[in-house]
């Protein structure tokens, strides 16, 4: 039988789905830059740090920021005696700025990020919530948390057709790294997501709003 994929986006945040953000005091920080950190992969996947780390800067900056370089920042800290993104992430934000002087601070952490097989199937799922720091006053001015997952639907295939499909599916998402793709779905929903995304900054056209 045909086998049909699609994306289903599961969004889970901090402040609650059905409760707007409180964006008062991204407002008044007015960040224009931003510096993003290498995730805290919590995973088992350990592609997960730099893999996901790669698909960041785009949606960022498309919301009208400057984002600094990510290949850049992560070099810029192991000179300064941050060798690992757990380091990093417990670096001062007075030691950031010296190194890199943002006007905020991207802190990612990857709660999942892989495939896993579940019974006749095997799922690809990120998991990534994110706080932005002010580099000035050093307080939380927006944090967020998404989850993406594809879905399958194998029709009546049988167990027999199931576990076939479900192992060669695993098989070409640990040697091409699907959640790679899927978190471009996480992206979305994290900086874009309706009453709950970043607002546009500076450099956008409605900015702060």
């Known amino acids: 039988m045909k086998q049909v994929f699609q994306y289903v986006v599961l969004l889970?945040?901090?402040?609650?789905?059905?409760?707007?953000?409180?964006?008062?005091?991204?407002?008044?920080a007015k960040p224009r830059s931003i510096l993003?950190?290498?995730?805290?992969?919590?995973?088992?996947?350990?592609?997960?740090?730099?893999?996901?780390?790669?698909?960041?800067?785009?949606?960022?900056?498309?919301?009208?920021f400057y984002v600094f370089p990510v290949a850049v920042v992560d070099q810029m800290m192991k000179e300064n005696g941050l060798p690992s993104a757990n380091?990093?992430?417990?670096?001062?934000?007075?030691k950031i700025r010296e190194i890199m002087?943002?006007?905020?601070?991207?802190?990612?952490?990857?709660?999942?990020?892989?495939?896993?097989?579940v019974v006749v199937d095997s799922q690809t799922t990120v998991t990534v919530s994110g706080k932005l720091i002010s580099a000035i006053t050093g307080e939380v001015i927006w944090e967020?948390?998404?989850s993406a997952t594809p879905g399958s639907s194998s029709g009546n295939s049988g167990i027999a057709g199931l576990?076939?499909?479900?192992?060669i599916k695993q098989?070409?998402?640990?040697?091409?790294?699907?959640a790679h793709?899927?978190?471009?779905q996480a992206n979305q929903m994290l900086f874009n997501g309706k009453d709950t995304g970043l607002l546009n900054g500076p450099y956008a056209p409605n900015s702060f709003e």
């Open 181 to 184: 793709k899927v978190s471009a």
């Open 12 to 28: 889970a945040l901090f402040v609650g789905c059905a409760t707007p953000y409180n964006y008062e005091k991204f407002r008044e």
């Open 144 to 146: 967020g948390k998404a």
């Open 87 to 94: 380091e990093m992430h417990q670096a001062s934000i007075k």
């Open 163 to 167: 576990l076939v499909a479900a192992i």
């Open 36 to 64: 993003i950190l290498p995730p805290m992969n919590q995973s088992t996947d350990v592609r997960g740090t730099y893999s996901y780390l790669s698909t960041v800067t785009m949606p960022v900056a498309e919301r009208g």
């Open 101 to 117: 002087s943002p006007d905020a601070i991207l802190y990612l952490t990857l709660e999942r990020y892989g495939t896993t097989y």
């Open 171 to 178: 098989a070409v998402s640990s040697s091409t790294d699907e």
